[in-house]
């Protein structure tokens, strides 16, 4: 059956307006460098959300500018779905204040739970909705706020994470623009390599576990590096089986911006250049499942991607989670 063509027709993204440096660790009484982080991460900063922003507010500004570069308004939204591991309530989805906030009356709207793989696997959900043919256009969100899930006393954690929204507005194309092909998988015996062990219905938050900080982000980091790295080599590989191309037809890989070693290791497995590579984990830090639609957004705002471009994306997460998506712009 031939692939109906589901393409990005618009992009966004927006930050907290706090930057948090990696010299401001040391204000908050956390051991750590500058240098130890950037010489391990590649991260010199991020952007923290401060006292009345939300994921549901900038999820909302980074959607408008997606909508307004699609040319899309409110009331054609079909479907809103948004990838997060940092909702603003455990229930309902932030999806529905999104689309509350919007004014989309006509969409449906969820989240997808597949932490920093969470853009990449609502992008694949929102293709499948559209091969329905009772979905034309889809909003898909990538948004964190780790900044409020992370425990500010852990330096293994707390340097490596930020905040922020990437949006994307999809549309049927009648051209051949659009997901040329995707891959998704889980290993979830791998689960508590990196978790928010408490706090949810199997043991519900008590004194005790915010005492111990139970209900934080905790990870296990050079386990999940090493899987990290394997995995996205594998998503690598599937991507651009699956589209029937070799990597120098790639004009763009846009890969989870966790670490630059990893984006490193990932391109060289993929046999791809750094000047092919979009990088912008310095600035960010690693913003979860916003990563990619920022990187994105950026990467179409500043002109590397133009018409016809073939664009990579690899992802990787808890859960563990990863994929890949090749897209022809
Ligand atoms: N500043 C200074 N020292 C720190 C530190 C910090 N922020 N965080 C940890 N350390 C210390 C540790 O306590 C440990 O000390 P010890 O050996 O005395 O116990 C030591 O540094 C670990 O150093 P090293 O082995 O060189 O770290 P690493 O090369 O494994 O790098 C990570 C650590 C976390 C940067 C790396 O494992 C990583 O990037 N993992 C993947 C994380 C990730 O991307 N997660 C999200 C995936 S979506």
């Given at each position: 059956m031939k692939r109906p063509?589901?393409?990005?027709?618009g992009t966004g993204h927006a930050v907290p307006k706090r930057v948090f440096m990696n010299s401001d660790f040391a204000s908050i009484g956390?051991?750590?460098?500058d240098e130890w982080i950037f010489d391990r991460t590649g991260i010199r900063q991020r952007y923290i959300a401060g006292a009345g922003e939300t994921l549901t507010s900038i999820s909302v500004e980074a959607a408008h500018q997606a909508m307004e570069a699609a040319g899309v308004?409110?009331?054609?939204?079909?479907a809103i779905v948004l990838g997060t591991a940092?909702?603003?309530?455990?229930?309902?989805?932030t999806a529905v204040e999104v689309q509350a906030a919007l004014g989309a009356t006509r969409a449906v709207a969820f989240d997808v739970d597949a932490a920093c793989s969470g853009w990449l696997f609502g992008t694949q959900v929102a293709e499948g909705l559209m091969a329905t043919g009772n979905y034309e256009t889809i909003l898909v969100i990538g948004a964190e706020l780790l900044s409020r899930i992370i425990?500010?006393?852990d330096r293994n954690t707390c340097v490596l994470f930020g905040d922020g929204a990437g949006a994307t507005v999809m549309r049927k194309s009648t051209?051949?623009?659009?997901?040329?092909s995707a891959y998704m998988r889980s290993d979830g015996?791998?689960?508590?390599?990196?978790?928010?062990?408490?706090?949810?219905?199997?043991e519900p938050i008590t004194a005790e576990i915010i005492e111990e900080g139970g209900h934080y982000l905790s990870m296990a980091g050079r386990e999940v590096f090493k899987n990290a790295v394997r995995s996205m080599a594998d998503a690598a590989d599937r991507a651009l089986d699956g589209a029937k191309?070799?990597?120098?037809?790639?004009?763009l890989l846009i890969p989870h911006q966790a670490n630059i070693r990893i984006i490193e290791a990932t391109a060289k497995h993929a046999n791809?250049?750094?000047?092919?590579v979009f990088v912008n984990v310095g600035t960010?830090?690693?913003?979860?499942?916003a990563s990619i639609p920022i990187a994105l957004n950026e990467a179409v705002r500043s002109g590397r991607?133009?018409?016809?471009s073939i664009v990579m994306f690899v992802a990787f997460g808890a859960g563990f989670t990863w994929g890949s998506m090749v897209v022809r712009f």
């Open positions: 063509y589901a393409m990005i027709a956390i051991d750590t460098t308004t409110a009331a054609e939204l079909d940092s909702p603003d309530r455990l229930l309902p989805a425990n500010w006393k051209r051949q623009r659009g997901i040329l015996t791998l689960a508590d390599l990196l978790q928010r062990e408490k706090g949810g219905s199997r191309l070799s990597a120098s037809d790639v004009d791809i250049p750094m000047e092919k960010y830090g690693n913003t979860s499942a991607i133009k018409d016809g």
